[in-house]
């Protein structure tokens, strides 16, 4: 008998708990939240983004970070990540037993201004300390360039000024960068030419790449990053989320979307597509209002089909 053939795989990094309920109305109880981060790990999700230690008087949706880092089971292949913005909400971060921090670059200093308070140099300087902090106490980091491709307030950034920063921040020597489309305004032909550069100019710390839909490109976004030699991919159940700091994103690529995707191309993502879809629907009790996900309105297709 011949062996089965292994398929690709493409990790999907679960932002759901974080970017996608930060921009939510309604403000969801850590129990709720733990509920959430459950089921989307039984549905599959090995890697997830659960809180951002930041000042819960700006993002009132992520008050209690601690709280609800120190009772989040501790799972073989499962790991938690942490947004921190700056070193104290990384040092708040590694009092919890959370294994991996984020930090965010913005490619704007109008942006970064508006959003973290600082400039693209601080927050670049700022990761570095992030970094050292990490790795002194044992964990994982990671950074993510935000407004990449367009930024709400300046508009265009320039590929280079991308290419630029993330060389200068592979200096830290982080797990991965993510280059991110924060306000969903990026096409696929310059996806898949900024993630190749990036990529060229890094090597070998691998590219993440995190895709809002405001414009319905996010899709074709993400299958153009993959083509560009991208392997992990941010999105969120139910495609929940946006910048409270950014006019007009909306959210995330949905998880079950993009699971659905890649499972009919012949990628392997571990998400089972129906407890995934499920988590979907009992969100839109939680937070009062449907999700947008295509999969979350669609038939099942076939009946019995379950991504691999």
Known sequence: MMPATKLPVIDIVEVGARDGLQNEKAILPIAARLDLIARLVAAGSRRLEVASFVDPARVPQMAGAEELAHALPILPGVTYIGLVLNKRGALRALETPLQELGAVVPLSDTFGMRNQGKTMAQCATIAGEIAALARANGRRFQITLSVAYGCPFEGEIPAQRVVDMARQLAAFAPHEIAIADTIGMAAPTEVSALISTVRAAIAPIPVRAHF????????????????????????????????????????????????????????????????????AHWLQGQIGRPVVSALSRAPAFPPEFRAP
Request: proline share 4%; charged share 10%; with cysteine.
């Open 212 to 279: 809002h839909d405001t414009r319905n490109t996010g899709i074709a976004n993400v299958w153009a990053a993959i083509g560009a030699g991208a392997t992990t991919i941010d999105s969120a159940v139910g495609g929940l989320g946006g910048c409270p700091f950014a006019p007009g994103a909306a959210g995330n690529v949905a998880s079950e979307d993009v699971a659905y995707m890649l499972a009919r191309s012949g990628f392997a993502t571990g998400i089972d597509l129906p407890a995934m879809i499920a988590t």
